[in-house]
């Protein structure tokens, strides 16, 4: 099949030309979708979105690139592309955690942990307890982050993949490095770097040698140290690679600080809390704050130490909001329960074929297959739940329902391919639009509902507004130059409903009037 074989290349040069340049990535990644679809090749397809998805992976784009991935990882589950969804889980995990986003990585990453084992593919098994790690490592649970380094380096020589090892070397001499195993933190990193050397992975050279100047600063060998980390930093200047700026102008700030050269501390680390706080590195900006305010209370500045360690406060609460330590109790425990499950080889294949096709039967039956949010199935079953809890409780439920103005426009006029971006686009702005509790799914067309617990009156209005406002604000000429949309959004609150139905036919009221008085508004 030639078609198929061109497709391949076309995503495999979109892959490569993603790290060089997203403009050459996002149209190579558009052509494949293009010829997978006149060639019915879903494969190909799905790989096209997620190319498509990672050309767009920086902000602001983000909420766009996810509601691609998804969308992606849909079709895999779907057509049984295996390795695909692999991919695809990988990449949104990934994502998500350079989002600070805890939760939906471990989640994700928890997945790809289970279908990895059940494929038997060792490097994203590898890659998988590479990326809980990390987690772990964010919320300084040290001996747990190393207990899955471990896992994954039990599996290292099934592999023969330098850039993954090199990885997986540094995350481990990085978790030796607070434990204070030094002789074992320098022997990693230094195996890390001739790795990453191997590959030619810079932006892994540089973290090895930022975390190597780290213990050696540790180990008292202080001119080594510092210049390693200058090294790092001058590397990572020169690739742009701002998380491994930050990284590095914090341990050089700590070590500053330490020698009692408070004016090259603040240089470092004010510079750094800008870098970090652009980044949005929750973990480093809560570090640089610290940092900062021993700084300050040691010049006898106490009114700014007071504010840096106000925004500590405040930015630690909200850092273990993401992701509580009773929730990765819970997953560890998961975790652990399905490495038991998966000794017997015999009953992990049967169990994880079982489990597979129930788990790609209910996404499929409950989710959305072009936006990957709930369709009006999920919405109906998802949301009678919701009610009958709220309903018996007493507390409040309100119901959006959005329409997009006139988006048969769309459809006439640019065609179907845009409509569905669309679709698509307005799906991603509607969930980063809601919290995590709220329920978000396709009603069907062009409509889209949202359930919101636990609120009512003005709260409601507060989100239907917001939720109006990112559609109207989004700049649509990046789907098409001639597209401007917004969308009409109608209310209703629980009051004496006898059924979600009922809800939803005040609430489509609500939506009817405020098409009828002009669209592009919120009517209660």
């Known amino acids: 099949m030639p078609i198929h074989n061109a497709i391949d290349e076309i ?55 996810m509601a691609l991935m998804r969308h992606s990882l849909l079709l895999g589950e779907e057509h049984s592309f295996r390795e695909h969804v692999v991919d695809c889980l990988q990449e949104i995990a990934g994502a998500y955690y350079a989002q600070c986003q805890y939760d939906l990585s471990l989640q994700y990453w928890s997945y790809c942990l289970d279908v990895s084992l059940n494929i038997a593919n060792n490097e994203a098994y590898i890659q998988a307890h590479i990326g809980i790690g990390q987690i772990y490592f964010s919320h300084d649970d040290f001996p747990s982050a190393l207990e899955h380094y471990q896992q994954a380096a039990d599996y290292l020589p099934k592999i023969n993949n330098d850039k993954l090892t090199a990885s997986l070397l540094i995350n ?21 770097l001739r790795h990453a050397k191997t590959v030619d992975h810079l932006e892994y050279v540089s973290e090895s ?40 102008l914090l341990a050089l700030g700590r070590m500053s600080l330490e020698k009692g050269d408070d004016k090259l501390a603040l240089k470092y680390l004010s510079f750094g809390l800008s870098n970090a706080t652009q980044r ?14 021993e700084l300050a209370e ?13 925004r500590f406060s405040l930015g630690l609460q909200t850092f273990k909001n993401q992701l509580s330590p009773h929730k990765l109790h819970a997953m560890k425990m998961q975790l652990e329960m399905e490495n038991a499950r998966l000794e017997n080889d015999d009953l992990r294949r049967q169990r994880a074929s ?48 959005i329409d997009v103005d006139h988006f048969k426009r769309v459809n006439d006029r640019c065609g179907h391919p845009v409509g569905d971006k669309v679709l698509r686009q307005i ?45 109207d604000a989004w700049i649509w000429s990046r789907i098409h130059p001639e597209l401007n949309i917004t969308i009409s959004v109608g209310i209703a609150s629980i009051v004496d409903d006898a059924s979600l139905e009922a809800l939803l036919n005040r609430s489509d009221q609500c939506l009817y009037q405020a098409k009828q008085q002009g669209r592009n508004r919120v009517v209660v």
């Not at 019915?40 to 902000?59: T, W």
């Not at 481990?172 to 890390?192: F, I, T």
């Not at 096709?357 to 739940?385: F, H, K, P, W």
Request: aromatic residues 6%.
């Open 11 to 65: 995503n495999i040069r979109a892959r490569q030309m993603s790290l060089v340049s997203k403009q050459d990535a996002l149209q190579l990644a558009e052509t494949a979708c293009q010829l997978a679809t006149q060639a019915k090749y879903n494969l190909g397809y799905a790989q096209g979105l997620l190319n498509h998805a990672l050309a767009l992976a920086q902000s602001p784009s983000f909420d766009e690139s």
């Open 172 to 192: 481990l001499g990085g978790v030796y490095l607070p434990l204070m195993q030094y002789d074992k933190a320098l022997l990693s990193l230094k195996n890390g």
């Open 209 to 248: 040698l930022c975390l190597i100047g780290q213990v050696e600063w540790a180990l008292g060998k202080k001119n080594s140290a510092y210049s390693n980390l200058q090294m790092a930093l001058k590397l990572n200047q020169k690739l742009n690679h701002q998380w491994g700026i930050a990284v590095n």
């Open 280 to 293: 949005n590195a929750v973990n480093l900006v809560l570090q640089f704050e610290q940092l900062l305010a």
């Open 298 to 310: 040691r010049r006898g500045d106490y009114k700014v130490a007071f504010m840096h360690l106000k």
């Open 354 to 401: 079982q489990h597979r096709e129930i788990q790609r039967v209910e996404r499929l039956a409950s989710y959305d297959g072009l936006t990957g949010i709930l369709n009006r199935r999920g919405l109906e079953e998802q949301g009678c739940e919701l009610f009958l809890r709220q309903s018996q409780s007493q507390k409040s439920l309100s119901v959006l329902m």
């Open 427 to 471: 799906a991603a702005l509607l969930k980063s639009g809601c919290r995590q509790d709220d329920l978000v799914g396709r009603y069907g067309g062009e409509e889209f509902v949202v359930l919101l617990p636990n609120h009512e009156g003005v709260a409601a209005i507060e989100v239907g507004e917001r939720l109006r406002s990112l559609v």
